[in-house]
């Protein structure tokens, strides 16, 4: 276990649906990721939260839409996906937001948009 | 976006055997390289963390270079055992953005 949780681990849902991705660690770390990965590509970098504060923000369409209340949890908002927005979806922490902090993932959600 | 490429893209090799893996990343705008471990249906676990040219690192039967100057990375693994099965990636950081290889997914056949 590496201390990040993610739920749910599996989510099927229609393009008009709004449902929420959750994250929470409990490693006492400041910085909070989100990534995708959709099949047969690389892990792709979405928001960075630092101390709560959005700090990167990677072209991602308004579609996703990311929550930090505090540092111990960051949700992803989805609404009006698409079917190519079916992907794996990973969260992470690191202690800081730095180049050189390891990060430690969640387990991932499985999204299926049909 | 920055190009990060890993070879091979599958191996498979004999339980006992040594193998490496490549991880090519541009060399300008360097700050960090990440590996990670990442077994099927669990959580990427990281590995090293290196920052600069000539770093070696090593866990356990598990070790990393790393040249900045051309742009790559080795990872070692010495007397693979079936608990090794898992995909490499690695991961180039810029300062604030991460780019990630697609893996090297290794099986280790007893």
Same mark, same amino acid.
């Given at each position: ?114 | ?5 890993? @070879? #091979?893209?599958? +191996?498979? %090799? ?12 541009? &060399? ?14 669990? @959580? #990427?676990?990281? +590995?090293? %963390? ?12 598990? &070790? ?47």
């Amino acid at each position: 276990e590496t201390g990040v949780t993610q739920t749910p681990r599996h989510l099927v849902m229609g393009m008009t649906n709004k449902k929420s991705l959750k994250c929470e660690q409990h490693l006492g770390h400041n910085a909070m990721y989100w990534y995708k990965q959709s099949a047969k590509k690389p892990l792709e970098l979405m928001f960075v939260y630092s101390l709560e504060e959005r700090v990167e923000n990677n072209s991602v369409p308004s579609r996703f839409s990311p929550e930090c209340p505090n540092s111990s949890h960051l949700f992803l908002h989805l609404h009006t996906l698409q079917p190519e927005d079916s992907a794996l979806y990973l969260c992470a922490s690191s202690l800081r937001w730095s180049y050189q902090e390891t990060q430690y993932f969640g387990p991932g959600t499985r999204l299926l948009v049909l | 976006i920055l190009n990060v490429e890993q @070879s #091979p893209q599958s +191996l498979h %090799v004999q339980e006992g055997d040594s193998t490496n893996f490549t991880c090519s990343f541009p &060399s300008s705008n360097f700050y960090a390289l990440h590996w990670y471990r990442w077994e099927t249906a669990k @959580s #990427p676990e990281a +590995l090293f %963390v290196m920052t600069l040219n000539g770093d070696e690192k090593k866990k356990g039967r598990i &070790s990393a270079t790393l040249n900045t100057k051309e742009g790559y990375s080795y990872l070692y693994i010495k007397g693979s055992q079936p608990e090794d099965s898992a995909t490499y990636l690695c991961a180039s950081n810029t300062g604030n953005q991460f780019y990630f290889g697609t893996g090297t997914s290794l099986t280790v056949i007893p």
